[in-house]
């Protein structure tokens, strides 16, 4: 099978089960997993962070990041296609309290005047804007990255009305490598960032979540209230560690193969933005949601995986499992399909 629905459904790495089977482990609760605080010190110093918290998934980081920076009865501003908007349940609505407030973009890029224009301040009738956050790369986008330059000027504009900025960046290692951008420069730009290292770096569970040790402190706390507190579970920041250290440099790999598969696909009749593939993720159609669908059911068919997301078009991930034989395999299925 040719698996192409997410970057996901990559699978641990020799030396992760290594690292994982000898790992120094103790009870994390207590802060006394010296796997978990290696991870945690190693990840923050990549982004220039003063702390980190290691935590069982993107979804959790994201949380935790809005439940310790944005107030209760407030609103979150986020792209109108963002993961915290769109596939986290409304967990910030239900469990931090907040109200998201979508604004459409371009390419997952926030316009900072429409940014400003939709900055509350606190008043008697509206509930007013207490965190901003972005998304790079951006899913939903087909994985675009957001241009350092711009992140700029989204950053000075809202640490000028002395809000917080989050930045979700479960594949910001994809961004670095597109972007030749070094971890640190988009840490810089944001008071908290949240990583994963269960995608492209292969890693079987676990994200970070990177700010100042004030905000890491709270998130502690709160990471406990919603049950995510683990015990001796340096087992699994052991290939955390692995990941950080070991995969970053591959994700150039899988760049190579989603223009390639993106190129060959395009070559074959679907419809491509060529100029949208920047990573590992693309979006093609054959021009009808219902048609897209019924394209996915057939690849199946022929030990090929790829998500249909309606007018989005068909999403296909590039990772560590499929490298150059799954993409001739899958535009060898489309070809026969089409």
Known sequence: MADFRSDTVTLPTPAMRTAMAAAEVGDDVFGEDPTVTRLQEQAAALFGKQAGLFVPSGTMANLLAVMCQADAGSEVIVEARSHIMNSELAGAARLAGVLLRPL????????????????????????????????????????????????????????????????????????????????EAYGALCDSVAVCLSKGLCAPVGSLLLASQETVDKARRTRKMLGGGMRQVGVLAAAGLVALEQMRTRLADDHRCARRLAEGLAERGLQVDLEAVE????????????????????????????????????????????????????????????
């Open 104 to 183: 459409e973009s371009r390419s997952g890029q926030l316009d900072p005047g429409k940014l400003a224009g939709a900055i509350r301040p606190p008043a008697r009738f509206w509930a007013h804007t207490t965190l901003v956050c972005v998304e790079n790369t951006h899913n939903f986008w087909g994985g675009r990255v957001y241009p350092l330059e711009a992140l700029r000027e989204v950053s000075e504009l809202v640490r000028a009305k002395g809000l917080p900025l989050h930045l979700d960046g479960a594949r910001i290692f994809n961004a670095c490598e597109a972007s030749g951008v070094a971890p």
């Open 279 to 338: 990573t590992n993720i693309l979006f093609v159609s054959s021009g009808n949601p219902d048609r897209d669908a019924q394209l996915v059911a057939e690849l199946a068919s022929r030990q090929v995986q790829a998500i249909a997301l309606g007018e989005l078009g068909i999403r296909f991930v590039t990772h560590r499992g499929v490298g150059d034989a799954e993409v001739d395999a899958a535009l060898q299925a489309v070809a026969e399909i089409l």
